[in-house]
């Protein structure tokens, strides 16, 4: 269910009014749940997805693999910190496979992110091994499309 | 030179062209026009349904296929019939591939309608039945639905137009204009009537994925005593999002189906293949796709009903298709010259009910296959000029 999640996480921009009409719901009932969801940290925020290189500003994207040594006791999870509390890591995740974390680093240029990784990510300790692949072109984002198709065309100009 | 209306066969001459389209030529010349008008979904085609259809072109698949449909889709829909009805057709005699419902209802009208027979038609209904019905030489009589009623078929009505001389009734449910839909029980009730009787039934099924509120579509054919008389048309124009693929299909019990098969052979040869080898994959893996568009106009339509709830538009809750059919008889007698000002004053284009037939007369028929976005500016401005009247 959680229709409600659905909707936002398709339009975050969306009115809980409108919500509520879609649902069935009362526009009360619809604050009430999405504060609660805010208040339990099922969202977690809400963000627009943006085609940067439609503008003029530099933007890199990497995606880094990483192969770590865990720590006893603590697992991956301290180790993930460590490295995603670095404000140029914008997604983390552990992976199964041939290596642990996939962490996707945005910056400003090639030099950036290549600092970030050699300067913070390589040195630090337990790392095994990372691997950067740069983002060439975005073509999907978040499930929107960065080509998007407009509503649908009309042929029927007759 | 030639006088050309003097070439026109009579009938021809008789069929006046669609109501629906009228509107359109304006919103194009418009600029900031919305339209509610259109009668298809807003969503492509599933993917993986084009890239069926691509591929079978590049495997250079781009012959005739048999008269009757590529046997796999066939038997895709005889699976269907039988996972949904509980109806068994054999696929090598009781259905064949159409292009979209349109042509079987009309091969279905010409197969069974003799001069001068006359064919019930509840309205208000789709466009095409009663234009049909006159092609295949027969006398269209409408059948009145009523809001009260949720615009549903009802026995008396039909008991009263029957005469000798009554060859089809043409059953259209789920309903385009009014999103009407109709229950077994209720369906009983007509197949009661029609147990004495020799009368065909078309039944025009093309909305059946778009039922609401967890009412299952119900096949007429599925009535008891009801499928040795029943035409079945479907198709995936509506289900699949698939308008311009133009493929659709007819299941009938193998003796009515014959004169359908030869009309079918000499007049069309075959469904377009791409598209029967797009169908064959959106009916084996389309089941989500339509899950997915159902929820998404289910959630639309209860933003319209509300929403013209609020605006104070006396209106039936559809329960089936993408149309809502709201009275505007508190505003205005007639429906055309609603539409018209709507059009002129606030830029947005709706269909006069009337379209549909004369019980349509004081409607207007809204489609909701668009946007969120475009609905609620819509009907922002719907109810401006509601507010200004």
């Given at each position: 269910?959680?229709r409600?999640?659905?909707?936002?996480?398709?339009d975050?921009?969306?009115t809980?009014?409108?919500?509520?009409?879609?649902?069935?719901?009362?526009e009360?009932?619809?604050?009430?749940?999405?504060r609660?969801?805010?208040?339990?940290?099922?969202?977690?925020g809400?963000?627009?997805?943006?085609?940067?290189s439609?503008?003029?500003?530099d933007?890199?994207t990497?995606l880094?693999?990483?192969?770590?040594?865990p720590?006893?006791g603590?697992?991956?999870?301290?180790?993930?910190?460590r490295?995603?509390?670095?404000?140029?890591?914008?997604?983390m995740?552990l992976?199964?496979?041939?290596?642990?974390?996939?962490i996707?680093?945005?910056?400003?240029?090639l030099?950036?992110v290549?600092?970030?990784?050699?300067?913070?990510?390589?040195?630090?300790?337990?790392?095994?091994?990372?691997?950067?692949?740069?983002v060439?072109?975005?073509?999907?984002?978040?499930g929107?499309?960065?080509?998007p198709?407009?509503?649908?065309?009309d042929?029927?100009d007759d | 030179?030639?006088?050309?209306?003097?070439?026109?066969?009579?009938?021809a001459?008789?069929i006046?062209?669609?109501?629906?389209?009228?509107?359109?030529?304006?919103?194009?010349?418009?600029?900031?026009?919305?339209?509610?008008?259109?009668?298809?979904?807003?969503f492509?085609?599933?993917?993986?349904?084009?890239?069926?259809g691509i591929?079978s072109?590049q495997?250079?698949?781009?012959?005739y296929?048999s008269n009757?449909?590529?046997?796999?889709?066939r038997?895709?829909?005889?699976?269907?019939?039988?996972?949904?009805?509980?109806?068994?057709?054999?696929?090598?005699k009781?259905?064949?591939?159409?292009?979209?419902?349109?042509?079987?209802?009309?091969n279905?009208?010409?197969?069974?309608?003799?001069?001068?027979?006359?064919?019930?038609?509840?309205?208000?209904?789709f466009?095409?039945?009663?234009?049909?019905?006159?092609?295949?030489?027969?006398?269209?009589?409408?059948?009145?639905?009523?809001?009260?009623?949720?615009?549903?078929l009802?026995?008396?009505?039909?008991?009263?137009a029957?005469?000798?001389?009554?060859?089809?009734?043409?059953m259209?449910?789920p309903?385009?204009?009014?999103?009407?839909i109709m229950?077994?029980?209720e369906?009983?009730k007509?197949a009661?009537v029609l147990?004495?009787?020799?009368?065909?039934?078309?039944s025009d099924?093309?909305?059946?994925?778009?039922?609401?509120?967890?009412?299952?579509h119900?096949?007429?054919?599925?009535?008891?005593?009801?499928?040795?008389r029943?035409?079945?048309?479907?198709?995936?124009?509506?289900?699949?999002?698939?308008t311009?693929?133009?493929l659709g299909?007819?299941?009938?019990?193998?003796e009515m189906?014959?004169?359908l098969?030869?009309?079918?052979?000499f007049?069309?040869?075959s469904?377009?293949?791409?598209?029967?080898?797009?169908?064959?994959?959106?009916?084996?893996?389309?089941?989500q796709?339509?899950?997915?568009?159902?929820?998404q106009y289910d959630?639309?339509?209860?933003?319209?009903?509300?929403?013209l709830?609020?605006i104070?538009?006396?209106?039936?809750?559809?329960?089936g298709?993408?149309?809502?059919f709201?009275?505007?008889?508190?505003?205005?007698?007639?429906?055309?010259?609603?539409?018209?000002?709507?059009?002129r004053?606030?830029?947005v284009?709706v269909?006069?009910?009337?379209?549909?037939?004369?019980?349509?007369?004081?409607?207007?028929?809204?489609?909701?296959?668009y946007?969120?976005m475009?609905?609620?500016?819509?009907?922002e401005?719907?109810?401006?000029?509601?507010?200004?009247l």
């Amino acid at each position: 269910m959680h229709r409600i999640l659905q909707l936002l996480e398709q339009d975050a921009r969306i009115t809980p009014a409108r919500i509520a009409k879609m649902l069935g719901m009362s526009e009360q009932q619809v604050n009430d749940s999405i504060r609660k969801y805010e208040r339990d940290n099922v969202i977690l925020g809400y963000k627009a997805v943006i085609d940067w290189s439609k503008i003029k500003r530099d933007n890199v994207t990497a995606l880094i693999e990483v192969r770590v040594r865990p720590q006893t006791g603590a697992g991956f999870d301290e180790l993930a910190q460590r490295i995603y509390n670095h404000k140029q890591v914008v997604d983390m995740y552990l992976m199964s496979g041939s290596f642990d974390f996939t962490i996707i680093v945005n910056g400003s240029s090639l030099q950036e992110v290549s600092r970030f990784v050699s300067e913070n990510l390589a040195p630090m300790e337990n790392i095994v091994s990372t691997s950067t692949h740069f983002v060439l072109k975005a073509y999907k984002n978040a499930g929107v499309d960065f080509n998007p198709v407009d509503e649908r065309e009309d042929f029927r100009d007759d | 030179m030639i006088d050309y209306s003097s070439l026109i066969s009579d009938k021809a001459k008789t069929i006046k062209t669609s109501g629906i389209r009228k509107f359109f030529d304006i919103v194009s010349t418009m600029e900031d026009a919305i339209s509610l008008g259109v009668g298809e979904p807003d969503f492509q085609t599933p993917w993986q349904v084009r890239r069926a259809g691509i591929d079978s072109l590049q495997q250079g698949k781009t012959f005739y296929t048999s008269n009757w449909g590529l046997v796999d889709l066939r038997k895709e829909i005889a699976k269907y019939a039988w996972e949904n009805y509980h109806l068994e057709y054999d696929y090598h005699k009781e259905i064949i591939v159409t292009v979209g419902g349109s042509e079987a209802i009309d091969n279905a009208l010409r197969s069974f309608v003799s001069e001068g027979d006359e064919v019930l038609i509840p309205e208000p209904s789709f466009v095409c039945y009663t234009p049909l019905a006159i092609m295949a030489g027969g006398k269209p009589v409408p059948l009145k639905t009523r809001m009260e009623d949720g615009f549903k078929l009802t026995a008396e009505t039909l008991k009263q137009a029957i005469t000798p001389k009554t060859k089809v009734l043409i059953m259209p449910f789920p309903n385009n204009p009014t999103g009407a839909i109709m229950t077994r029980e209720e369906l009983e009730k007509i197949a009661a009537v029609l147990r004495g009787t020799n009368i065909v039934v078309i039944s025009d099924e093309i909305y059946c994925e778009l039922t609401y509120g967890g009412k299952k579509h119900v096949c007429f054919a599925e009535l008891p005593g009801m499928r040795e008389r029943t035409i079945v048309i479907n198709g995936f124009s509506k289900s699949y999002a698939m308008t311009g693929w133009r493929l659709g299909w007819v299941m009938a019990p193998k003796e009515m189906l014959q004169p359908l098969v030869k009309i079918h052979q000499f007049g069309i040869m075959s469904a377009p293949t791409v598209s029967q080898f797009a169908g064959i994959e959106a009916m084996r893996t389309g089941k989500q796709d339509i899950k997915y568009m159902r929820e998404q106009y289910d959630m639309r339509r209860r933003f319209m009903y509300q929403r013209l709830q609020e605006i104070g538009m006396p209106c039936f809750e559809p329960e089936g298709a993408f149309y809502i059919f709201p009275s505007i008889q508190n505003y205005m007698e007639d429906d055309e010259a609603f539409c018209d000002q709507l059009l002129r004053k606030k830029k947005v284009a709706v269909v006069p009910g009337s379209a549909f037939g004369e019980s349509g007369r004081g409607h207007v028929r809204i489609s909701y296959s668009y946007s969120m976005m475009h609905l609620e500016t819509a009907m922002e401005r719907i109810e401006e000029f509601i507010q200004e009247l």
